[in-house]
């Protein structure tokens, strides 16, 4: 069944970089000047999804804000005769086909995604974390897609992580079936390395069959006292196979402040308008 609702999860608190986000939602602090869900909006449209379903929480209006129309403001820069400024906003409204979805309490990833269930129905999805910024020739979606498309299963993205990074994700145990795929054997959320079954950590990438919303209907709260996806992830196993996909490319994790910064600066690099300039700025730093 062809793939076509994505789904973005952006209700967290963003503690990590508070104070701004007492009143700026994360997913809205700046990559060079795109928003960082812009990024994860981008990826799911390349990669051929129709629909993007955002899970946000009452006080990230912000965000639907961003996605809908500006007539006054197109209209003020067509006036102006602003045309590089107009080709840069683009058409973000109608990049795709919104809808949004409250998640009134931050229960985990695991109850961010049950919330979609309605929304979603019986049929596969892809649930992206608009922290995870990859940048790669071909989409970081599009890459899981071919996966998905061979083996008619769920699918993870992974990436390499070292020794002292274990802690901060979810781990798989692998099983290589090809280049760069893996058959899932299991899952551990955030363990010590030394209990670790690999080192390929989750990154916010998923594919997903609806059978998930019946494994999360059940599953308990797990660290943190959050119903965790990864959980729901290991009991899926008694049902269907999972891959994983080590993705091509680079990885940010912007969802840290070291990691934002990091990213806006490769970015910028890449950016024909900016990096020339910035490129000498920084050579003056050393």
């Known amino acids: 069944m062809k793939l076509r609702k994505a789904v973005i999860t ?58 809908k129309g500006s007539p006054e403001l197109e209209k003020y820069l067509t006036n102006r005769g602003e045309t590089d400024l107009l080709e840069r906003m683009g058409d973000i409204s109608g990049m795709s086909d919104y809808c949004y979805v409250l998640q009134r309490e931050q229960k985990g990833l695991g109850d961010a995604v049950l919330t979609v269930k309605v929304v979603v129905g019986n049929e596969p999805f892809a649930v992206m974390l608009p922290d995870d910024v990859i940048d790669s020739s071909v989409p970081g979606l599009k890459q899981m897609l071919a996966v998905y498309e061979k083996y008619g299963c769920g699918v993870i993205a992974v990436t390499p992580v070292a020794d002292e990074d274990v802690g901060r994700y979810g781990i798989i145990e692998p ?112």
């Open 175 to 286: 099983q290589k079936v090809d280049k760069g795929v893996y058959e899932v054997l299991g899952l551990v959320e955030k363990p010590e390395p030394s209990k670790a079954p690999s080192r390929l950590a989750i990154v916010g990438r998923y594919i997903l069959t609806p059978r998930i919303f019946d494994v999360l209907k059940t599953t308990p709260p797990g660290k943190n006292g959050e119903i965790q996806l990864t959980d729901a992830l290991n009991q899926l196993l008694k049902h269907e196979k999972l891959y994983a996909c080590d993705l091509k490319g680079t990885r940010y994790d912007a969802g840290t402040p070291l990691g934002w910064l990091k990213a806006n600066v490769d970015l910028a690099l890449k950016r024909q308008d900016i990096a020339p300039e910035f490129k000498k700025y920084l050579k003056s730093l050393l």
């Open 10 to 67: 952006a209700a967290g608190w963003g503690t990590r970089f508070l104070p701004v986000t007492r009143s700026q939602p994360k997913e809205m602090l700046p990559l060079v000047d795109k928003p960082l869900i812009h990024y994860s909006v981008e990826e799911a449209i390349k990669s051929g999804f129709e629909q993007i379903i955002m899970v946000t929480s009452a006080s990230k209006r912000a965000i639907e804000d961003y996605f």
